[in-house]
């Protein structure tokens, strides 16, 4: 437990803000099973967030975000994963923002790593409502560990703008990561790190930066359910100060039964 | 047929009756290679009945001529054309030899350890004494690394059983029955159960495990490969048949952890006899469930001419390897696989429906739970709320029936194993039975199961579950004799 407190410290010193509110997520290396689908809602309600119009991106303090993932499992190494973004706000009612896929491709567990590796891919399109980018592309590298009760994950994502004022900024960095412990079978606790530190040739300030510190919650009540919920605290300027956030998936699997069944 | 000196031939036959010329050639070079090892052995101690003699000594003049010597080695072995293995065998093959030996007959076994750990072989379903059984935990003597040692014993009862390491794997899945230190023992009984004009033995194994998440949320081990006599579908010899043809299937599950499900399609199997005893009703069913080291003896009478696989019924298992094709004389063509059938197995279908009839002296509940300790590691296992070495002693009194209380609260099945006894089936999920008589019982997850255990054998004896990660993690209990 003191190791716990210790590597919560470092975060939390290291804790700067906020990637975008629609999907946030620390993703595991693993990959939903073949043939399955796991469909998620993401629901996020920034309590305390930007209350202007900027560069025509509507406001974001008391929006709620909601995003539907639908993945798909393809073999014991990949999937696809598409997303539904809207968005909203007191008397706008509900927006389509917009659409993304996600490709992702991992290490088989047969391959006996020991650590999990995948790599993801997500390209899409936002409205400008949403963010001044309207094409973007990510690549997200993932590592991550189970180890007894401990559990760790990072995802150091570059992201590149196809379409909009961050076309010249080239690539930029928005590292993600998660560490948590199984406090029983049915509740894992932990802490989730967003952040978008902006070009990787010339990473902002820190009041520009974008850091998020979330104490999160995982309920493992059933192996077709997958529950996270958390408050997430943003102390930079360029951060949504306060956000909660659920997600809420569930697993179907078609009558594709994993290898043990 | 005994050829001193050439340990492929004192073994006897291969299960498929007759050695490749592949085999001949790997058990010449492991026995070329063992040879030169023995030569450069120094001071290696053999423990026997005839007390410490070196190794080499043992090997060319045994106190006893051996019926059988088992030489435990590391082999590289060809599961398929494109998959090779490395793991610890006897006498160079996989599944070791078949040792045929007649019940009441003595029988020795010449035991050699080539590697550089510890190491017992385990006569899984027979009624012989504690030194002889082959369980540390019960006081049988390990083989020291490159040492031998000589087993004397009674075989009985007759019919399908195994011999298997009994060497704990812990985390190392290179060890304990995730290896390849497995074979059938077969004792001749008396009378047989049923008639029949071929026989076929069929050892199933699954290789390469590794840890994987479960559903249930924690650690399990999964495999990249499956086989059937140690070789994976497709690379094996298919097995002749002729239509009309009553084919006896002796089946042993050796793999560490999984249970397997088995289908040919168009056939049926008509169940003689579960873990070497004969059932009090033969009857048919189209699929076999067998969980780990569970052997099921079953007539098929060849009447779908064809080529056919005989496999597992789930595809992800057939797919890995585990199935083998059966051929029907002048037939020709693409194998054709086990359909989905929605399994079903129920013991009580091989029993009297009547209820045991004698009275049990004794009952003893044996309560079986986990717990979890992180959904990066595995279970910890408990029988009556301890894991062992922690457990309480069980106490059976000679000549007494005690009826063993099995309830699984836990969400996984168990197949659950007593040593050198065997029970007879009670009830299963409240459903009553009678004339079963079994060494590992399956006990589904919340489920109970009763079994009647006549105390014939004194001795200590250990009872665990045949899943090698449980009982490896404390699924284990000693009885004691009072």
């Given at each position: 437990?003191?190791?716990?407190?210790?590597?919560?410290?470092?975060?939390?010193?290291?804790?700067?803000?906020?990637?975008?509110?629609?999907?946030?997520?620390v993703?595991?290396?693993?990959t939903?099973?073949?043939?399955?689908?796991?469909?998620?809602?993401?629901?996020?309600?920034t309590?305390?967030?930007?209350?202007?119009?900027?560069?025509?991106v509507?406001?974001?303090?008391?929006?709620?975000?909601?995003?539907?993932?639908?993945?798909?499992?393809?073999?014991?190494?990949?999937?696809?994963?598409?997303?539904?973004?809207?968005?909203?706000?007191?008397?706008?009612?509900?927006?389509?923002?917009?659409?993304?896929?996600?490709?992702?491709?991992?290490?088989?567990?047969?391959?006996?790593?020991?650590?999990?590796?995948?790599?993801?891919t997500?390209?899409?399109?936002?409205?400008?409502?949403?963010?001044?980018?309207?094409?973007?592309?990510e690549?997200?590298?993932?590592?991550?560990?189970?180890?007894?009760?401990?559990?760790?994950?990072?995802?150091?994502?570059?992201e590149?703008?196809?379409?909009?004022?961050?076309?010249?900024?080239?690539?930029?960095?928005?590292?993600?990561?998660?560490?948590s412990?199984?406090?029983?079978?049915q509740?894992?606790?932990g802490?989730?790190?967003?952040?978008?530190?902006?070009?990787?040739?010339?990473?902002?300030?820190?009041?520009?930066?974008?850091?998020?510190?979330?104490?999160?919650?995982?309920?493992?009540?059933?192996?077709?359910?997958?529950?996270?919920?958390?408050?997430?605290?943003?102390?930079?300027?360029?951060?949504?100060?306060?956000?909660?956030?659920?997600?809420v998936?569930?697993?179907?699997?078609?009558?594709?039964?994993?290898?043990?069944? | 047929?005994?050829?001193p000196?050439?340990?492929?031939?004192?073994?006897?036959?291969?299960?498929?009756g007759?050695?490749?010329?592949?085999?001949?050639?790997?058990?010449?070079?492991?026995?070329?290679?063992?040879?030169?090892?023995?030569?450069?052995?120094?001071?290696?101690?053999?423990?026997?009945?005839?007390?410490?003699?070196?190794?080499?000594?043992?090997?060319?003049?045994?106190?006893?001529?051996?019926?059988?010597?088992?030489?435990i080695?590391e082999?590289?072995?060809?599961?398929?054309?494109?998959?090779?293995?490395?793991?610890?065998?006897?006498?160079?093959?996989?599944?070791g030899?078949?040792?045929?030996?007649?019940?009441g007959?003595?029988?020795?076994?010449?035991?050699?350890?080539?590697?550089?750990?510890?190491?017992?072989?385990?006569?899984?379903?027979?009624?012989?004494?504690?030194?002889?059984?082959?369980?540390?935990?019960?006081?049988?003597?390990?083989?020291?690394?490159?040492?031998?040692?000589?087993?004397?014993?009674?075989?009985?009862?007759?019919?399908?059983?195994?011999?298997?390491?009994?060497?704990?794997?812990?985390?190392?899945?290179?060890?304990?029955?995730?290896?390849?230190?497995?074979?059938?023992?077969?004792?001749e009984?008396?009378?047989?159960?049923?008639?029949?004009?071929?026989?076929?033995?069929?050892?199933?194994?699954?290789?390469?495990?590794?840890?994987?998440?479960?559903?249930?949320?924690?650690?399990?081990?999964?495999?990249?490969?499956?086989?059937?006599?140690?070789?994976?579908?497709?690379h094996?010899?298919?097995?002749?048949?002729?239509?009309?043809?009553?084919?006896?299937?002796?089946?042993v599950?050796?793999?560490?952890?999984?249970?397997?499900?088995?289908?040919?399609?168009?056939?049926?199997?008509?169940?003689?006899?579960?873990?070497g005893?004969p059932?009090?009703?033969?009857?048919?069913?189209?699929?076999?469930?067998?969980?780990?080291?569970?052997?099921?003896?079953?007539?098929?009478?060849?009447?779908?001419p064809?080529?056919?696989?005989?496999?597992?019924?789930?595809?992800?298992?057939?797919?890995?390897?585990?199935?083998?094709?059966?051929?029907?004389?002048?037939?020709?063509?693409?194998?054709?696989?086990?359909?989905?059938?929605?399994?079903y197995?129920?013991?009580?279908?091989?029993?009297?429906?009547?209820p045991v009839?004698?009275?049990?002296?004794?009952?003893?509940?044996?309560?079986?739970?986990?717990?979890?300790?992180?959904?990066?590691a595995?279970?910890?296992?408990?029988?009556?709320?301890?894991?062992?070495?922690?457990?309480?002693?069980?106490i059976?009194?000679?000549?007494?029936?005690?009826?063993?209380?099995?309830?699984?609260?836990?969400?996984?099945?168990?197949?659950?194993?007593?040593?050198?006894h065997?029970?007879?089936?009670?009830?299963?999920?409240?459903?009553?039975?009678?004339?079963?008589?079994?060494?590992?019982?399956?006990?589904?997850?919340?489920?109970?199961?009763?079994?009647?255990?006549?105390?014939?054998?004194?001795?200590?004896?250990?009872?665990?579950?045949?899943?090698?990660?449980?009982?490896?993690?404390?699924?284990?209990?000693?009885?004691?004799?009072?």
């Amino acid at each position: 437990m003191k190791f716990f407190f210790i590597v919560l410290f470092l975060i939390a010193a290291a804790a700067a803000t906020a990637q975008g509110n629609y999907e946030i997520q620390v993703y595991g290396a693993d990959t939903v099973a073949p043939g399955n689908t796991m469909v998620e809602l993401h629901s996020n309600f920034t309590a305390d967030g930007q209350t202007r119009t900027i560069d025509g991106v509507a406001p974001t303090d008391h929006a709620e975000h909601e995003t539907i993932e639908i993945t798909q499992g393809i073999n014991d190494w990949s999937e696809v994963g598409f997303y539904i973004f809207t968005l909203e706000q007191s008397g706008e009612g509900i927006q389509w923002v917009g659409d993304h896929i996600r490709p992702r491709v991992r290490v088989p567990e047969k391959w006996r790593w020991p650590v999990g590796v995948s790599l993801s891919t997500e390209v899409g399109y936002q409205r400008a409502i949403a963010s001044p980018d309207t094409w973007t592309w990510e690549i997200r590298p993932i590592v991550d560990k189970q180890t007894g009760r401990w559990y760790f994950a990072v995802n150091p994502a570059l992201e590149r703008t196809w379409h909009g004022p961050d076309v010249n900024q080239g690539i930029g960095f928005s590292p993600a990561a998660k560490i948590s412990y199984d406090f029983t079978k049915q509740i894992t606790g932990g802490f989730e790190y967003y952040a978008d530190y902006g070009s990787i040739t010339s990473i902002a300030s820190l009041h520009n930066q974008q850091q998020q510190l979330f104490p999160a919650i995982d309920l493992n009540v059933s192996p077709d359910w997958e529950i996270n919920f958390g408050v997430g605290i943003g102390p930079t300027a360029a951060t949504d100060h306060w956000i909660v956030k659920a997600i809420v998936g569930r697993r179907f699997d078609w009558g594709h039964k994993n290898r043990a069944e | 047929m005994k050829v001193p000196g050439t340990y492929f031939n004192v073994a006897g036959p291969l299960p498929d009756g007759s050695p490749t010329r592949r085999s001949f050639l790997r058990g010449a070079s492991c026995f070329a290679a063992a040879t030169m090892f023995s030569r450069q052995a120094n001071a290696a101690i053999a423990r026997s009945s005839a007390g410490p003699l070196p190794l080499e000594t043992q090997l060319q003049n045994p106190p006893t001529p051996p019926d059988y010597r088992l030489e435990i080695a590391e082999i590289e072995w060809e599961l398929s054309s494109k998959r090779r293995i490395r793991t610890a065998a006897y006498n160079g093959q996989i599944p070791g030899p078949q040792l045929r030996l007649t019940e009441g007959k003595p029988a020795t076994i010449q035991i050699v350890n080539r590697l550089d750990h510890p190491e017992i072989v385990h006569w899984h379903g027979q009624w012989i004494p504690v030194d002889a059984d082959g369980s540390m935990e019960e006081g049988s003597p390990m083989i020291p690394a490159k040492a031998g040692t000589t087993v004397h014993f009674t075989p009985r009862p007759s019919g399908l059983h195994w011999y298997h390491t009994h060497a704990m794997a812990n985390r190392d899945l290179k060890r304990g029955l995730y290896c390849g230190q497995f074979g059938v023992l077969h004792v001749e009984p008396r009378v047989n159960p049923g008639l029949y004009d071929a026989e076929q033995f069929i050892v199933l194994h699954d290789w390469e495990p590794y840890y994987s998440s479960s559903d249930d949320g924690s650690l399990m081990v999964n495999y990249v490969a499956s086989s059937i006599n140690g070789r994976m579908m497709g690379h094996d010899t298919p097995i002749q048949v002729h239509e009309g043809q009553r084919v006896l299937f002796h089946i042993v599950n050796a793999s560490a952890t999984e249970v397997h499900w088995l289908a040919l399609t168009g056939h049926q199997f008509q169940v003689l006899a579960l873990d070497g005893a004969p059932v009090p009703t033969q009857a048919k069913v189209g699929v076999l469930r067998i969980g780990p080291a569970e052997r099921i003896s079953a007539v098929v009478t060849m009447n779908a001419p064809g080529v056919w696989i005989l496999g597992e019924t789930r595809s992800s298992f057939r797919n890995a390897g585990m199935g083998t094709v059966i051929q029907y004389s002048n037939r020709s063509g693409v194998p054709q696989e086990p359909p989905m059938i929605k399994p079903y197995w129920d013991y009580r279908l091989f029993g009297n429906p009547s209820p045991v009839v004698n009275k049990p002296d004794l009952t003893i509940p044996l309560v079986f739970t986990s717990r979890f300790k992180g959904h990066g590691a595995l279970d910890q296992w408990m029988i009556n709320g301890k894991s062992y070495p922690d457990t309480d002693p069980l106490i059976l009194k000679e000549g007494q029936r005690h009826r063993l209380v099995f309830e699984n609260r836990s969400v996984d099945d168990h197949p659950v194993h007593l040593h050198r006894h065997n029970f007879e089936l009670v009830s299963i999920k409240g459903a009553v039975t009678s004339g079963i008589r079994k060494d590992v019982v399956i006990v589904e997850a919340g489920t109970t199961v009763e079994a009647d255990l006549v105390a014939n054998n004194p001795g200590n004896t250990l009872f665990h579950c045949h899943q090698q990660d449980h009982m490896d993690s404390g699924f284990m209990a000693l009885f004691r004799y009072a």
